[in-house]
């Protein structure tokens, strides 16, 4: 069955630092692919998606690539700020008929340290 | 538009007693899901309803039962509550398609003791 695995968490930076998640996929066909984030105590938001290889979905400096070659939509932020402590999911979707069933990671809770 | 709004924020259930958490959407969206979500795993998803009318069983759907009377309405019940029950339920939304966004609420913290 379809699969997402993400990095282990938690991950703690300082302010401005590189941020890499990373996520890998098993899945039949060609998914689509979305990273979610969870601010404390809130659902999940949408940050970004791909929907089809070599695809890159950007959001609020927030970068992920579909790599096919490799499996992957591992995300990517230059410099971090301390708002972006939350927890990531990275997910898939079949691109099947019917409800979008998503499958998701784990999740990586973030800190970010001023 | 509120978006999707679930009540309660919060329950403690005894083990067997029954609840429903409710979750209604004002996006005039058609699809619409429950997941839940363990410590420390990724959402499951529960059941999910393309429609009024029209529900079906997600990956972990035991224990639970929905019902679609309502474009706006998706209430989850838990039948004979049990501690393996205890996780925090978000309800989503979505328009139709499998690319398009899920609109997740604020959830449901529940605790079966």
């Known amino acids: 069955g379809n699969s997402v695995t993400q990095m282990e968490g938690p991950v703690t930076l300082s302010e401005e630092a590189f941020l890499t998640i990373n996520c890998t996929y098993t899945?039949?066909?060609?998914?689509?692919l979305f990273w979610y984030v969870q601010y404390p105590g809130e659902g999940l938001q949408l940050l970004l998606k791909?929907?089809?290889?070599?695809d890159k979905g950007s959001n609020k400096g927030f970068e992920a690539t579909y790599r096919k070659e490799t499996t992957s939509f591992h995300l990517e932020k230059g410099s971090v700020q301390v708002s972006d402590s939350a927890v990531y999911f990275c997910?898939?979707?079949?691109?099947?008929?019917?409800?979008?069933?998503?499958?998701f990671g784990q999740g990586t809770r973030l800190t970010i340290n001023p | 538009n509120a978006g999707v709004t679930q009540t309660p924020k919060f329950r403690i259930l005894k083990i067997g007693q029954s609840m429903t958490l409710q979750c209604t959407q004002d996006?005039?969206?058609?699809?619409m899901y429950w997941y839940r979500q363990d410590p420390g795993m990724g959402l499951k998803l529960i059941y999910y309803?393309?429609?009024?009318?029209?529900?079906d069983k997600g990956e972990v759907p035991n224990g639970y039962n929905v019902s679609r009377s309502t474009t706006e309405d998706f209430p989850l019940r838990l039948e004979l509550a049990a501690p393996s029950q205890t996780s925090v339920y978000f309800c989503?939304?979505?328009?139709?398609?499998?690319?398009?966004?899920?609109?997740f609420g604020p959830g449901t913290r529940l605790t079966v003791t």
């Open positions: 989503a939304s979505s328009l139709a398609g499998v690319v398009n966004e899920q609109y």
């Open positions: 899945a039949t066909g060609y998914p689509s």
């Open positions: 791909a929907t089809k290889a070599d």
């Open positions: 997910a898939l979707s079949d691109k099947g008929q019917g409800a979008q069933k998503l499958v």
């Open positions: 996006m005039n969206h058609n699809y």
């Open positions: 309803s393309v429609g009024a009318g029209i529900t």
